[in-house]
């Protein structure tokens, strides 16, 4: 969801520096970088970071602050809105895997108006071990009761892309902002966003 259908890392990585704004803390856009993408969170930063406090402290704020932040700033990439939908009424079956959590998934896609445009949507309410664990995208293609390797992940950060390439799938990855001059792993194909693919590719990908 994150960095392919919407820009979310900035409303993270903005909400993660207001709230450590207090105690006179702020961490950069290179240190955040590793943790776009993932299910990591503030257990992980508390720990890495050793900020004052630990994650019971940050967790539940941010929680609610990226959540008001989906429901009210999240704003579809270019060409998200119109590739989700074409596939849809082409009938190509269609899972999305996000690291985030299930409230913001569910507020985000409202927003964007792709709320129950998916067959299946994974979060990580859903799985143990996020990414770069391949576990999300063989959950996402179990629910689609399709082989991981009949399918087609579209990422843009290094542990999604990680994560679908270990759980058997071809992956594409699309850069943002965030990711420019990141190294991004092994996609089979990068693109600059989701305008520049072509519904034919997909096609001949799932065919």
Known sequence: MDGVL???EPLHFAAVNQLLAPEGRQITLE??????????GWSEMVRDFGFAHGPEHYSPRY??????????????LDGATCLVLDLHRRQVPIALASSSRRPWVDACLARIGLDG????????????NGKP??????????????????????????AGIASARAAGMRCWAV????????????????????SDIAIG?????AA
């Open 63 to 76: 929680n609610e602050l990226i959540l008001a932040q989906y429901r009210e700033h999240a704003e579809p």
């Open 31 to 40: 240190e955040y970088k590793p943790y776009m993408g993932t299910k990591a």
């Open 175 to 194: 850069r943002t902002e965030y990711t420019r001059g990141l190294d991004l792993g092994e996609p089979d194909r990068e693109f600059d966003s989701l």
């Open 133 to 158: 664990d391949p576990e999300i995208y063989l959950l996402a293609a179990k629910r689609l009761r399709l082989p991981a390797s009949a399918c087609l992940a579209i990422e843009d950060a290094p």
């Open 117 to 128: 445009v998916f067959d299946e949507v994974v979060t990580g309410s859903d799985v143990a």
């Open 201 to 205: 590719d997909i096609l001949e990908v």
């Open 6 to 8: 919407v820009d979310g």
